[in-house]
């Protein structure tokens, strides 16, 4: 009897390493056949909207606005694709930052409060805080959406706003933990004369030199992954006349956790209490180290004065020295991080180290990568500052 037990020990042993490893591979098809199926909706909606872009932004409420009518989540779901019912079953994190956001930002930075004596605010922000005003609809019942809901029923912390975030966006499909790439939701940044990221819109510009603008909303206004330093969301015209093929051009990936949500409850069931999230983008252009005026992992910034070309020039500088920063972007399977090209295709990119990040030429580092080997290259995952650079080789 014991040498039977021993047998079925044996068997055993030598089973669950394959039984686990098609498990993972069956979580990996799951999550290339999510990103596929997003694919297929972001290239509809840049067929059908008037400016040919694949999203209205990221699914981030501080950046981009209420969640449930802005963002590439957003958009999808107006499409009818239940995005909260295609999350990476690899991915620990069950949610994305929107969702905390939800249950935490204060209801004076929804609204603005702080900025009210700032009459070009409002306009900057393109009322996206607030998002569309209640009405009543064709049957006679009120719409209100999320964030005028925290609003009007004053709900300030999580535990009060925890059942109606999971009625109006978990139970509506308003969910992910999939993250966008800074090149699908900001293109590219806008630059002034002097090289350095610049406030596009004059609404803008006048919200920032406006005395009675807040300090909280002059950092919104500055923060590099947002829209207002940006061209806004990719189009399929960037994309046709940019010198980055589609097929290296991310547009959704799996995604790093970001941190824990502060309930002590489940949202709900897909959503349990102290849930992680993940971030909402990955990418944006980096100093590839720190030397000649840069700072490793920060934007250029350039002294006024500083001419554009020449080996002093601002463009070198973006072009030899900067890459997209995706460090946000989590090999989940098995060392390979899934990643939704501009072509519809999905590329498996490997942590080949395993280390727990991907390299796409940055120098060795204690916190992030273990060596300077280049994981991935420009041939295929589009890395410079702009999808019409190449870098050295311009």
């Given at each position: 009897?014991?040498?039977?037990?021993?047998?079925?020990?044996?068997?055993?042993?030598?089973?669950?390493?394959a039984i686990n490893k098609a498990r993972a591979a069956a979580r990996g098809?799951?999550?290339?056949?999510?990103?596929?199926?997003?694919?297929?909706?972001?290239?509809?909606?840049?067929?059908?909207?008037?400016?040919?872009?694949?999203?209205?932004?990221?699914?981030?409420?501080?950046?981009d606005g209420v969640p449930t009518e802005f963002g590439w989540v957003s958009d999808l779901i107006d499409r009818g694709v239940v995005v909260s019912e295609m999350r990476c079953p690899s991915n620990p994190a069950s949610t994305s930052v929107a969702v905390h956001q939800a249950l935490t930002m204060s209801i004076a930075d929804i609204t603005l409060s702080a900025d009210s004596g700032?009459?070009?605010?409002?306009?900057?922000?393109?009322?996206?805080?607030?998002?569309?005003d209640p009405h009543v609809n064709a049957m006679g019942d009120r719409v209100v959406n999320v964030a005028h809901q925290i609003v009007e029923q004053s709900l300030n912390?999580?535990?009060?706003?925890?059942?109606?975030?999971?009625?109006?966006?978990?139970?509506?499909?308003?969910?992910?933990?999939?993250?966008?790439?800074?090149?699908?939701?900001?293109?590219?940044?806008?630059?002034?004369?002097?090289?350095?990221?610049?406030?596009?819109?004059?609404?803008?510009?006048?919200?920032?030199?406006?005395?009675?603008?807040?300090?909280?909303?002059?950092?919104?206004?500055?923060?590099?992954?947002?829209?207002?330093?940006?061209?806004?969301?990719?189009?399929?015209?960037?994309?046709?006349?940019?010198?980055?093929?589609?097929?290296?051009?991310?547009?959704?990936?799996?995604?790093?956790?970001?941190?824990?949500?502060d309930l002590d409850?489940?949202?709900d069931e897909t959503v349990p209490a102290h849930s992680t999230y993940t971030v909402s983008m990955v990418g944006e252009p980096v100093a590839i180290d720190s030397g000649a005026g840069l700072t490793q992992f920060e934007v250029p910034q350039f002294p006024n004065g500083t001419p554009r070309e020449g080996t002093s020039g601002w463009l070198r500088a973006w072009n030899h020295h900067t890459k997209q920063d995706?460090?946000?972007?989590?090999?989940?399977?098995?060392?390979?991080a899934y990643v939704l090209m501009a072509d519809g295709s999905v590329q498996a990119i490997e942590d080949s180290n395993g280390d727990r990040y991907i390299n796409n030429g940055f120098p060795q580092h204690h916190d992030y990568w273990t060596s300077e080997e280049i994981e991935v290259g420009d041939l295929n995952l589009a890395s410079y500052y702009s999808l019409m650079s190449k870098g050295k080789h311009n």
């Open positions: 009897m014991l040498v039977v037990i021993s047998i079925i020990g044996m068997l055993a042993a030598l089973l669950l390493p098809s799951q999550c290339q056949s999510n990103l596929r199926q997003f694919g297929i909706g972001l290239a509809a909606r840049a067929t059908s909207s008037r400016d040919s872009s694949y999203c209205s932004g990221d699914f981030n409420f501080q950046r700032c009459s070009t605010c409002e306009d900057c922000m393109d009322n996206r805080r607030m998002g569309n912390d999580p535990p009060s706003r925890a059942p109606l975030v999971s009625q109006t966006m978990i139970g509506q499909g308003y969910n992910t933990n999939y993250a966008g790439s800074w090149f699908l939701f900001r293109s590219e940044f806008q630059l002034n004369k002097f090289g350095n990221v610049n406030l596009g819109r004059s609404s803008c510009a006048s919200a920032y030199s406006s005395p009675a603008t807040s300090a909280t909303f002059k950092n919104w206004l500055t923060d590099t992954k947002s829209r207002f330093v940006t061209r806004g969301p990719l189009t399929t015209k960037r994309v046709d006349s940019g010198r980055a093929p589609a097929s290296t051009i991310p547009l959704l990936c799996d995604a790093a956790t970001l941190g824990y949500l409850i489940d949202l995706y460090r946000g972007m989590a090999p989940l399977h098995m060392g390979i």
